[in-house]
């Protein structure tokens, strides 16, 4: 594929190399943009937004699309197809946060959708869906994450894996790539447990219709009596029979756990390499003990007790990540992801032992000097942190 020029490809690139080429030109030692900067990143990545609901789309019985615009009705910060935003919520006394896919296209900038499906014993999700109305503020962060498209490494030969809620970001993508007019060949293959799971179903199909570049294929693992289509749980041969020759495709999952991990699995079993699989981080496991190295012994439903060093103690089970256990007890720590990728959510751990998952991306700094990424970490028992 010939090299491709940043200046055809990135909004805003070209006008910014060249006011700096004029700039330099003129000798300037850019004393007259001072403070430019500053603002200008504040707009675009703040650190909070101040967000109003406008509209409430339900989309199936379990999932329902909020749509969001800026409190004060400016534009809201730019985002790459593909990122997140985390929602700050107060339920009944309980200050907490849930990231959410935007998926909405990053074409305009006038509201977000946050398409939210209820979760087993959600929370967050329950709130979201049964109690959030036309006119409430939330709060949030600005957009964020790693886990989009890059127009210069990635290719033009896309699939995304999508289980559930997974096709939240994967809309936003199919409608930045429709919107961008790119010639770039898009596959969505679609895993749902049953019908009415699926969201965006009529949209989708419309625009595989449409677009000769996208492909739709729908899985069905649990399908009424006289379904047509693909059915089952996603295997080997079906995800060859559906993707055709591999090539240079590359490859973006987006579900619960344990879908993203047995993609990653049939992909490699495919041959598809390890770099060419972007994987979105969905929350703490939901059963770290089956993961390599949980100690011996250990139930998830036994009692611990936290410790902050000065401020108090709390009870909570060794199954319960320490971030939701801080949250529920009144203490705080900030966060983004709640997927152990950020790192915003560091604590020290001062005594006592956790379990870090697989999904805890641990620096060798953070191991070195006792940090533990609070989101994923597993207090397997008492143990006091300095937050």
């Known amino acids: 594929m010939p090299e491709q020029n940043p200046m055809n490809l990135v909004a805003g690139y070209r006008e910014a190399w060249q006011a700096k080429e004029a700039l330099e030109q003129g000798g300037s030692d850019f004393y ?17 937004l101040e967000l109003e609901v406008v509209e409430v789309i339900e989309e199936t019985p379990s999932t329902k699309t909020l749509r969001l615009v800026a409190a004060d009705r400016k534009a809201l910060p730019p985002f790459q197809a593909g990122q997140y935003i985390n929602l700050f919520v107060n339920i009944d006394g309980v200050a907490t946060a849930r990231p959410y896919a935007i998926s909405s296209a990053p074409s305009q900038r006038i509201y977000y959708d946050l398409t939210v499906k209820r979760a087993k014993d959600g929370f967050v999700s329950n709130y979201l869906l049964d109690r959030v109305v036309v006119g409430q503020q939330l709060l949030s962060s600005g957009p964020m994450g790693t886990f989009h498209y890059n127009p210069l490494y990635h290719g033009d030969d896309l699939v995304f894996l999508a289980g559930g809620s997974g096709s939240a970001p994967a809309r ?4 930045d790539l429709l919107d961008r007019r790119l010639p770039h060949r898009f596959q969505l293959i679609y895993v749902n447990s049953h019908l009415d799971d699926v969201i965006f179903d009529d949209e989708f199909r419309a625009l595989d219709k449409r677009n000769e ?15 047509w ?5 996603l295997n080997q041969d079906l995800l060859q029979l559906l993707l055709g020759e591999i090539g240079n495709k590359m490859f973006y999952i987006c579900g619960p756990t344990p879908f993203n991990d047995s993609c990653i699995e049939l992909l490699t079993k495919l041959g598809v ?20 190295g949980w100690p011996e012994g250990v139930a998830l439903d036994a009692e611990v007790t936290v410790t902050v060093q000065g401020r108090g103690s709390f009870k909570s089970r060794v199954g319960e990540p320490l971030l939701n256990a801080l949250e529920r007890n009144g203490y705080s720590a900030e966060n983004a992801c709640r997927s152990g990728e950020c790192s915003l959510c560091r604590v020290k751990l001062v005594s006592g032992s956790v379990f870090n998952p697989q999904e805890a991306h641990l620096r060798k700094s953070d191991r070195d000097f006792g940090w533990i990424y609070s989101c994923v970490a597993f207090p397997t028992g008492d143990i006091e942190v300095l937050l």
């Open 172 to 175: 936003s993508m199919l409608w």
């Open 273 to 292: 390499k390890r770099r060419r699989i972007r994987v979105e981080a969905n929350g703490a496991p939901k059963a770290p003990n089956e993961q390599p």
């Open 32 to 48: 007259e943009v001072r403070g430019d900067v500053r603002s200008t990143v504040v707009q675009l990545h703040p650190k909070r």
């Open 213 to 227: 570049n996208f492909t739709l294929s729908e899985v069905i693992s649990r399908p009424p009596v006289g379904y």
């Open 229 to 233: 289509g693909y059915m089952g749980r």
